[in-house]
């Protein structure tokens, strides 16, 4: 391990602080304007010749981070700007704070080691959570980019609100209009799983790397449904028809739409 310490003078420091004798005791390289460019090749000389971290004591740490960054290189910064000098005056506890601060920096950056490069399996399936007119979209335009798509709506069909209105400004047409494309793009897209009746449960993991439980509720209607609206004559119960703000009602089993998706009966 070769360590480099840097003291910047500028911005006010070496007015509070004795910067001269505080280079002295860390040998470390004293400049005026640490961030100029002539500042930046300083530094880059000494790692060209083996300086694997530096310790750059001058501003916040907030600041600058895309002018201190050094490629393959441990670098500390040590806040003497705002954390010393213009907060404190200048005596000999304010000298001894600066030395203390750069002492923190050596120690961490000593202990210090780059982090080691790991290649990760990173899953590039998308989960889209509601079917609603933006999920529907988000889904589409994924899947016809290449992803793999899981689209998740909790209710029996897609189209979410907007399926429900009557029609919409300024074209005053039906919703359906909109939606019959997108749905076209979606039955006719591979990529595109879609689970209605169905609720996140649980996500873990990490960006990348997630796991996701959905709960399938049941449909109490199989998959072999043919939308013939015969069960409709048959059924004796009635429930609220949310299509219409549940001022009316429609039989127990139904069909939400007439262009719903799945076609399927619920
Ligand atoms: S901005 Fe930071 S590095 Fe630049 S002169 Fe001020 S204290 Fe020094
Ligand atoms: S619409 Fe009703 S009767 Fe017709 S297949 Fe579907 S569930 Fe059966």
Known sequence: MS?????????????????EKLAAKFNAKLHPFLCSSEGIELIGRDISEGVDKVVIAACSPRVNTD?????????????????????????EETQALAEDYIRMGIAKAEKTELPEGEEKVVSRTILVVGGGIAGITAAIEAAELGYEVILVEKRPYLG???????????????PYCGLEINLRRLKENRRIAVFTNAEVESISGEPGNFEVSIRINPRFVTDACTACGECVKACPAERPNEFNYGMDKTKAIYLPHEMAFPMKYV
Request: include cysteine; aromatic fraction near 12%.
């Open 67 to 91: 002018v201190f960054r050094f490629e393959g290189v441990v670098v500390e910064r040590v806040n003497l700007r705002e954390g010393v000098a213009w907060s404190h005056e200048a005596n």
């Open 3 to 19: 360590l480099g310490v840097y003291v910047c003078s500028g911005c006010g420091i070496g007015e509070v602080i004795d910067v």
């Open 160 to 174: 979410g609100r907007v399926v429900q209105m009557y029609k919409y400004f300024p074209k005053l047409c039906p």
